[in-house]
T-cell receptor
């Protein structure tokens, strides 16, 4: 199948706390996993990505971990700020009969309370 | 600003009609991707073009078609429109054609079918 499951669908945290979003994928051939942030009225914006030959990647307050054996990957945001409030999407790239396709999770709506 | 331009921003039309959505990719990008975003389906990959040729195909309906022109801009044509086609349609672009590079999204076209 081509499913990417994402949890939770909604996440509310206090400013300064950490937020964790988890995704699982079904195709073991998937090798590229981007994360996107979508603000109201805007298109998704890439915030971090990870490839299958790497277990962890960090960029300032954002980190992503990948467990290929378990087929899951997670986004970690530390020291959350109100401007982190948005919808976050995980995605996985897989190759099928129709070429390479990016399959998105259903999204997580993150609320950061000041 | 992602550098990807989509027009129009909003489109209101009736069932049975045909519309054309336009996308100008980021300067230097050869790939263009089209996605549909609806409340109940999330972000769904429709089709990808690379340097004028179809590269990958998702769950695109037969009533929908796309093309990429020599100047690399792309158009998505939707015909025999149904109420269920109401959604946000996003275009994204990337430099390469394999999908394993960051995709830069436009701000979308909101299509409303009355």
């Amino acid at each position: 199948g081509e499913n990417v499951e994402q949890h939770p669908s909604t996440l509310s945290v206090q400013e300064g706390d950490s937020a964790v979003i988890k995704c699982t994928y079904s195709d073991s051939a998937s090798n590229y996993f981007p994360w996107y942030k979508q603000e109201l009225g805007k298109g998704p914006q890439l915030i971090i990505d990870i490839r299958s030959n790497v277990g962890e990647k960090k960029d300032q307050r954002i980190a992503v971990t990948l467990n290929k054996t378990a087929k899951h990957f997670s986004l970690h945001i530390t020291e959350t700020q109100p401007e982190d409030s948005a919808v976050y999407f995980c995605a996985a790239l897989r190759r099928g009969n129709g070429g390479f396709k990016t399959i998105f999770g259903a999204g997580t709506r993150l609320f950061v309370k000041a | 600003d992602s550098g990807v331009t989509q027009t129009p921003k909003h489109l209101i039309t009736a069932t049975g009609q045909r519309v054309t959505l336009r996308c100008s990719p980021r300067s230097g990008d050869l790939s263009v991707y089209w996605y549909q975003q609806s409340l109940d389906q999330g972000l769904q990959f429709l089709i990808q073009y690379y340097n004028g040729e179809e590269r990958a195909k998702g769950n695109i309906l037969e009533r929908f078609s796309a093309q990429q022109f020599p100047d690399l801009h792309s158009e998505l044509n939707l015909s025999s429109l149904e109420l269920g086609d109401s959604a946000l349609y996003f275009c994204a672009s990337s430099t390469g054609g394999l999908g394993n590079q960051p995709q830069h999204f436009g701000d979308g076209t909101r299509l409303s079918i009355l």
